[in-house]
C-alpha cells in the first residue's frame, strides 16, 4: 500500500498543498483532477521524490518511500533525436538487464525500429511509459497521460494502463480531463488551491458530472456571467 500522510509543500509563504492523505492499494488506480496549477504536479514530484522539502510521509508497505519505488510519466516527455525506439529502451537493458523488451512490446505494440522523431504522439507517450517500466517500480505516476492524443491513440494507453493494474502496479493518473479518469479510475480526489476538496467512490462517479458543474458554477461565477 502506498500512504501519503499529511503531505503538505509551500514555496515561500505561498501553500501549494496542505495536508494531503491518501491510500492506495495495489492494483488500483487512482485519479487526481482538477485544473492547473492546483498542485497535482506537485504532489508526482513529491511522490517521486524530486522535492525533498516537504512535510508529512510517503510511505510504500510500512516504509518511507524511495526514488527507485516510483516510475514518473511526465505530461510532455522528452527523447534523444534521430535514434530508433528500441535504441532507446536498450538504455536502459543495460542498467535493468531482466527488462523483457519484447515481451513488454506485445502490449505496447511499437514499431521499435523507427526513429522516435517519426512517432506519432500517442506512440511516444507508449514509448515512454515503457522506458519507466524497465525498473519495475511499483509506483506509477502519470501526469497528463492524454494530452494530446487523438480518441484511438487515448484507448490504446488505457488500456496499457489497466494492465499495468492487473499486474499489481499502484498507479495515479493526474488530469483535468473528467471523462478520462472515469473510465480509469477506482477513486478519484478533486484538488482545488492545494486541497482534497472531494473524495468519489467508483460507485459514486456518476454524481460527478453534477458535482463538478455546481463547482464551477460557484467558484467561477465571473466566467458563467460573461457566457449568459
Request: net charge negative.
Amino acid at each position: 500500500m502506498l500512504e501519503l500522510k499529511n503531505i503538505s509543500f509551500a514555496y515561500g509563504e505561498k501553500h501549494v498543498l496542505q495536508d494531503i492523505n491518501i491510500s492506495i492499494e495495489k492494483g488500483s488506480i487512482i485519479g487526481i483532477l482538477g485544473k492547473n496549477g492546483v498542485g497535482k504536479t506537485t504532489l508526482f514530484e513529491i511522490i517521486a521524490q524530486w522535492k525533498k522539502n516537504f512535510k508529512g510521509e510517503a510511505l510504500l508497505d510500512s516504509e518511507t518511500l524511495v526514488r527507485a519505488q516510483v516510475g514518473y510519466l511526465e505530461a510532455k516527455p522528452t527523447f534523444y533525436s534521430m535514434i530508433t525506439g528500441r535504441e532507446h529502451l536498450n538504455v536502459f537493458k543495460v542498467r535493468y538487464p531482466d527488462f523483457d523488451i519484447e515481451g513488454w512490446n506485445t502490449i505496447f505494440e511499437l514499431p521499435l525500429d523507427e526513429i522516435v522523431d517519426y512517432y506519432s504522439t500517442g506512440m511516444k507517450k507508449r514509448l515512454a511509459l515503457m522506458m519507466l517500466l524497465s525498473a519495475d517500480a511499483p509506483v506509477i505516476l502519470l501526469d497528463e497521460p492524454f494530452l494530446g492524443l487523438d480518441v484511438e491513440a487515448s484507448i490504446d494507453l488505457e488500456k496499457i494502463i489497466n494492465t499495468l493494474k492487473e499486474r499489481g502496479k499502484i498507479i495515479l493518473v493526474a488530469s483535468h480531463t473528467l471523462s478520462a479518469l472515469q473510465k480509469l479510475s477506482d477513486k478519484i480526489y478533486h484538488f482545488s488551491e492545494g486541497k482534497i476538496e472531494q473524495t468519489f467512490e467508483k460507485e459514486n462517479f456518476d454524481q460527478l458530472d453534477a458535482y463538478m458543474k455546481d463547482y464551477f458554477s460557484n467558484n467561477h461565477q465571473d466566467i458563467v456571467d460573461k457566457l449568459l
